[in-house]
């Protein structure tokens, strides 16, 4: 196959030719061979294709069945009530609901005795836009065991019963409930239409069935784009093309931090089985924890941090001198700008979501969706990076870069995400087509300019 008269990404040759996975000629005026597919690109910029550095692919293809509750779709309590009875109506009966993107700005504090006043007759699974919290309703409760389990993640009461509210216990509830065939087909061709040709799977503790099935739909070709998946240690990638074993997720949360012992001995038996680390870190705590954690535990190529969503400017340092990437999402500080103005301490503001800075100070950085629990399109991502942000005031200003690097935060390799791929000999046939020039780009990056996706030398996505 043979892209002509493009502008290729950091290059000055307009053509681009591959056959089978990999690029075999670049340059300018090549002509189509006998029975060659050409694609005119017609001056359009030609991108190493993109890959989401930090998506959850299981929970986002089950959005796609789920009801949304969180803003900007839901504002007020009414509307919650409205549209969770609707659900009620109109699923199969022996369907649950399972409710996603909530946020306690549309209706406070949820938990089984809310959710029993609004549905009581079928279960309800409610996910908090964080992705850190369960909020289920008593028929849900009782479906899973909620009231018998004996871990710490299961809220109590001061009478000891269980709230209904399940903190950090995603794997135990995958684990109880009914397995359900999600569409993630439908999930990959929408990515594909926005350029994606990679994802890394950032879902923590996945069991060795839930990496097994993950290969099986990218081996049945249900999911077209190459997939790079965290898991423990212990568990291995199975031997699937476009599929390939990454780092082992550390999950923090504040209110459950580990003993320091205990947490080196994580980063080193990871580093042991020839594993990186990627560590969760949303806030100061949890940064300072895992840099004194990784200082014992001692590097290994490849670690990184997961959101870096509060660093330090005295941080910045030693993110460079340890080459720790950060994994970003620059797109966080717009979609949920009022929830850190009023939740997170002024003196952090300085601090939340940086990218410029990190970039100038000689720290890697790419970026992830962290979708469902971020908008899944990675361009929404650039024009945040880019400093398009709604209300963008001095400081986001000066933390967004230009768009050549907000691509290419995209455009890394998935077991060095910082390091970017380029559109020349001997590389992957991943590419992604945009049906206009770079200055034509500057100004709406958005996924509508996607002209053809080229994963593994296959056109998986061509618009119309």
């Not at 019963?161 to 999600?182: F, I, V």
């Not at 080196?264 to 042991?272: G, L």
């Not at 970017?420 to 958005?446: F, I, K, Y």
Request: some cysteine.
């Amino acid at each position: 196959m043979l892209i002509r008269g493009s502008t290729v990404f950091g290059a000055e040759y307009t053509d681009v030719r591959w056959s089978g996975r990999r690029i075999i000629d670049c340059g300018a005026g090549l002509r189509p061979l006998p029975g060659e597919e050409v694609i005119e690109a017609g001056g359009g910029w030609l991108l190493p294709g993109l890959h989401d550095h930090h998506v959850h692919l299981r929970a986002l293809a089950a959005t796609d069945d789920s009801v949304r509750l969180g803003p900007p779709d839901i504002l007020g309590p009414d509307v919650l009530v409205a549209r969770l009875r609707r659900a009620d109506i109109e699923l199969p009966a022996e369907q649950s609901i399972r409710g996603v993107g909530y946020h306690e700005s549309v209706a406070g504090q949820l938990d089984r005795e809310v959710l029993d006043t609004i549905v009581n007759q079928r279960p309800v699974r409610v996910q908090h836009r964080s992705g850190a919290l369960w909020m289920l309703n008593s028929r849900a409760c009782a479906e899973v065991g909620v009231d018998d389990c004996p871990l710490p993640g299961v809220e109590r009461d001061a009478e000891g019963r269980a709230t209904g509210r399940l903190w950090r216990m995603d794997s135990w509830l995958r684990e109880r409930l009914r397995r359900r065939t999600l569409d993630s087909a439908g999930m990959s061709r929408r990515a594909a239409s926005w350029g994606i040709t990679g994802f890394t799977e950032a879902t923590p503790d996945l069991t060795q069935r839930e990496v097994d099935d993950l290969a099986h739909e990218v081996a049945a070709g249900r999911i077209v784009q190459r997939v790079h998946c965290m898991a423990p240690p212990w568990v291995a990638a199975p031997p699937v093309r476009r599929f390939t074993g990454g780092p082992t997720k550390i999950l923090l949360d504040d209110h459950t931090l580990p003993t320091f012992d205990t947490f080196v001995d994580r980063i080193r038996d990871a580093h042991a089985a020839g594993r990186a680390v990627a560590v969760h870190c949303v806030t100061r705590v949890q940064l300072a924890l895992t840099m004194a954690a990784m200082d014992q535990a001692g590097r290994f190529t490849g670690d990184r941090i997961e959101h870096g969503a509060i660093i330090p400017a005295q941080a910045r340092e030693w993110l460079r001198e340890r080459e720790i990437t950060v994994v970003t999402q620059p797109h966080f500080a717009v979609e949920r700008a009022e929830q850190y103005t009023q939740e997170v301490p002024r003196a952090d503001h300085a601090d939340l979501w940086r990218l410029g800075s990190l970039l100038a100070a000689g720290v890697d950085v790419a970026a992830g969706t962290d979708a469902p629990f971020g908008s899944s399109d990675p361009w929404s991502v650039i024009r945040a990076a880019t400093g398009q942000r709604v209300g963008a005031d001095r400081r986001s200003r000066a933390e967004s870069v230009d768009l050549p690097t907000a691509i290419s935060l995209f455009c890394g390799h998935p077991d060095r995400p910082a390091q970017a791929r380029t559109v020349g000999r001997g590389e992957l046939a991943d590419l992604t087509l945009l049906s206009v020039p770079p200055p034509d780009v500057a100004g709406t990056p958005s996924a509508e300019l996607v002209a053809a996706t080229i994963v593994d030398g296959e056109c998986v996505y061509r618009a119309r």
